[in-house]
């Protein structure tokens, strides 16, 4: 197939395009590779994707540009003839929102808004995009399911993305075209990003400096490997959304419709404390951190847990990467990469 995955510098958006690649679809990254944070660990993602092509002809293409402009967005779908649009490009960062909101705007609004347009008159099979956990917010109830209400956001982060799981409703309504929301639960691993706790939390223990734990570390979070995302986005593209047959309107389940829209958790399904996670870097690192305990910043959940049955019965995966494996393996790549 050929395949838009936007946010291709980033993150999971990396992870992502080179299974894509190593599957043998053509993919065309789309990014504008901002400097939220460094773009030197964007630009080394970009070198390594085409060394993942397993087709004979160039299987990746890369458009640097920003999913805000309109015209940019138009050209490359007038330009490319995608069967599927993977859209994990968004301005991220939950603390950040709260100092520059119109960034996020920007980003998860206004370019969600210039992507499902275009996958509207391009007569796109499916778009899976990505959601979060953060659009929890105040729910207490564990673990979090697709299946109740997530309407009370407590960062205007979590709020955009929640706008676009309802923008997409909306165009799965209107215009037929089948999407799937993924809200991931805390994603780490290789090639991370460095404005995560654990690249901050590795830096410093092994600088010798000490790392903050908010909360007094009393959070707990279920913390996802990178791979095991990629997995999940994949198998959800490959599978369009339908409507439910069962879909009742006087009892409307939250994570689904009439209409071809869904919505999936991609979480672990195992949280641990994060004293727990930091105890699996200390061991990773065979050193041992300096703590300063921290109250809980505004906008923070305090827990999040991942009910991950209706990805397994859909799609046939639940991701099961063990903590102390998947820190083991960002280790790794860390002393890799940074020649530590």
């Known amino acids: 197939m050929k395949v838009l995955v936007t946010g291709a510098a980033g993150f999971i958006g990396f992870h992502v395009s080179k299974r894509l690649l190593e599957r043998g679809d053509e993919v065309v990254g ?10 030197g660990i964007k630009e080394a993602r970009l070198r390594l994707l085409p060394e993942f092509n397993r087709k004979a002809s160039s299987g990746f293409h890369f458009i640097r540009a920003n999913l805000a402009d309109r015209a940019g967005v138009e050209a490359c779908f007038a330009d490319h003839q995608f069967d599927r649009v993977i859209h994990l490009a968004a301005q991220a960062g939950v603390r950040y929102s709260l100092e520059n909101p119109h960034a996020y705007v920007e980003s998860n609004i206004i370019a969600f808004t ?11 099979a499916h778009l899976t995009y990505a959601s979060t956990s953060s659009v929890y917010g105040a729910n207490t109830n564990m673990p979090f399911s697709e299946y109740r209400a997530a309407d009370h956001p407590l960062q205007f982060y979590a709020a955009t993305k929640r706008a676009n799981e309802l923008m997409a409703h909306s165009y799965s309504h209107l215009f037929g075209l089948p999407t799937t929301g993924l809200r991931f639960f805390t994603v780490y691993g290789p090639w991370g990003r460095p404005d995560m706790a654990l690249f901050l939390f590795t830096k410093s223990i092994l600088a010798g400096e000490p790392i903050k734990l908010f909360n007094n570390g009393n959070h707990t979070r279920d913390f996802t490997f990178v791979e095991d995302i990629a997995e999940g986005v994949i198998r959800a593209s490959d599978q369009p959304a339908a409507p439910n047959p069962d879909w009742d309107s006087d009892d409307p389940d939250p994570a689904s419709s009439s209409v071809p829209w869904r919505i999936f958790n991609v979480g672990n399904n195992n949280p641990i404390k994060l004293t727990s996670y930091v105890a699996a870097l200390e061991e990773a690192l065979g050193r041992k951190a300096i703590v300063d305990f921290l109250p809980l910043q505004p906008g923070d959940v305090p827990d999040t847990f991942a009910d991950t049955s209706a990805l397994e019965g859909a799609v046939g995966y639940k991701p099961a990467t063990p903590v102390r494996e998947g820190v083991r393996l960002f280790v790794e790549w860390y002393r890799r990469y940074y020649g530590v």
Not at 30 to 39: G, I, K, R, T, W
Not at 114 to 124: G, M
């Open 114 to 124: 210039n992507i499902i347009e275009a996958c509207r008159h391009n007569q796109i």
């Open 30 to 39: 789309f990014d504008s590779v901002n400097d939220y944070y460094d773009p």
